[in-house]
């Protein structure tokens, strides 16, 4: 069972704060000079170059080699920055378990089973999932199974390890794809890298939790002569600041990124994760399986959602970059168009619909059922309405899931539900 969480909202549309954490220990690694070496880099880039796109601003605070956010940081702790579903509760990773290996059936039960998942965190969904796989065992029978981790930050691929492998891994010498590899709790090999493409062919089921907003976007503005690139630039009041400004004349990315029926006034676009996108529908569509992408997001039609957290609390995105967590809503609609013809999407719909057709309802009566201590029960109960909860995370978060065509060959009309097959007797497992 998951320590007691008390979780705030601090506005409608921003990430979600914790006080005590769920599970693994946490030091949360804050340097100044960091900070101020990536803001000095891109005050000295700015200056010699001029200004950069918010895709660029992004990219740097975030996942800068030396002192990018994600690179540094365990912003998932209690010392961190916001609060993600997986480390809410147990049974989010439990259903997404069931949700993978019913994937895996419906696909023809493949003699092989990558588990992807991208931007893993902690690694507790993995973790969640790895402990269904266990539970499972006789509906996997002797199927390979493989886990692999796409993640970009040396330290939170260490408290992955930790989590998934007690630290039974070895890292890899420099720049070879995989760079850290080693034997799951559960004895299933594990491997870890910083790219998709570096992941080997196979029938796989992709994960991606709150990672596509963290993914760098472009901002636009359309003006009287027509769609311009959003920038930052230095502030010329004040020489140590950062500020927006909008571009002069069209830049390759005004150019080439906005549609032709855009009817918004201000856009936001992700196009490294349409490439990335793509990349899981052009294995889905040669290989099998499926993904599942999870994300506060929109079908298009929202505008300025690129925001940054601190300390709980909004943060100024153009503030200490690399000491702060900057994210932008997903847009599916987006997504949806770079997979291209030769895979199925379904969704997205909310988390709320998702779970209650994954069965959260009967999980947890299965959980109280077996658990006599008051408070452990209410924190199920609590940690229940959080996921769920319509003015909670139940209606703030998307699933969105790209299938293999063949896939939906038998189960024509349901194109509006990602509901998973039914594994019998799923909800009746003790899996504390
Ligand atoms: C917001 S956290 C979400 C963590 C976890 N999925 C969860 O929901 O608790 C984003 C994760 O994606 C990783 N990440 C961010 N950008 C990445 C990139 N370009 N390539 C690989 N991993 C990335 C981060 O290091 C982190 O593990």
């Known amino acids: 069972m998951r320590t007691l969480l008390r979780l705030k909202r601090v506005m409608p549309e921003v990430r979600w704060t914790m006080w005590q954490n769920r599970s693994c220990s946490n030091s949360s690694i804050r340097s100044l000079e960091s900070n101020s070496s990536i803001h000095k880099h891109l005050i000295s880039k700015i200056t010699a170059t001029g200004p950069i796109s918010v895709a660029e601003y992004m990219r740097e605070a975030l996942t800068n080699p030396v002192a990018g956010y994600y690179v540094q940081n365990d912003m998932l702790g209690a010392g961190g920055d916001f609060i993600t579903s997986p480390e809410i509760s147990q049974i989010f990773g439990e259903l997404l378990g069931v949700w993978c290996v019913s994937e895996w059936m419906a696909a023809g039960k493949s003699n092989t089973f990558q588990l992807v998942e ?3 965190g902690r690694g507790s969904l993995a973790s969640d999932i790895l402990r269904v796989f266990s539970q499972l065992k006789t509906v996997l029978g002797e199927t390979d199974i493989s886990v692999h981790l796409v993640e970009v930050s040396p330290k939170l691929s260490q408290f992955q390890a930790e989590c998934l492998t007690g630290d039974n891994t070895q890292p890899n010498d420099g720049d070879q794809p995989v760079y850290r590899s080693g034997t799951t709790h559960t004895g299933l090999p594990i491997y870890w890298y910083r790219r998709i493409e570096d992941i080997p062919r196979g029938f796989s089921v992709f994960l991606a ?75 889905i569509a040669e290989d099998g399986g499926a993904a599942l992408i999870v994300d506060y997001g929109h079908d298009g039609t929202k505008t300025d959602t690129f925001r940054g957290f601190k300390g709980h609390q909004l943060h100024n995105v153009l503030e200490a970059p690399g000491m702060a967590d900057l994210t932008a809503d997903v847009d599916f609609s987006y997504l949806r168009k770079m997979t291209g013809n030769e895979v199925t999407c379904l ?66 009309g349901m194109q509006k539900n990602t509901a998973p097959l039914p594994v019998a007797g799923f909800a009746e497992l003790d899996m504390h």
């Open 118 to 120: 991208l931007g893993p």
């Open 209 to 283: 939790h709150e990672f596509f907003d963290a993914i760098p976007i472009h901002k636009f503005q359309r003006t009287e002569k027509g769609w311009r690139e959003v920038m930052v630039d230095i502030d010329a009041e004040s020489p140590e600041k950062l500020r927006f400004v909008v571009s002069h004349s069209p830049t390759l990315a005004s150019s080439i990124l906005i549609q032709k029926d855009e009817n918004r006034q201000h856009v936001e676009v992700c196009p490294e994760g349409g490439v990335i996108v793509q990349k899981l529908a052009n294995r």
């Open 347 to 412: 969704g997205p719909i909310t988390q709320r619909s998702f779970l209650k057709n994954m069965g959260i309802d009967s999980r947890l009566q299965v959980l109280l059922r077996n658990c006599h201590d008051p408070s452990t029960r209410a924190q199920l109960i609590h940690s229940y309405d959080m996921l769920i909860n319509p003015e909670k995370m139940g209606h703030r978060f998307q699933f969105f899931s790209v299938l293999n065509r063949g896939r939906l060959a038998q189960y024509r």
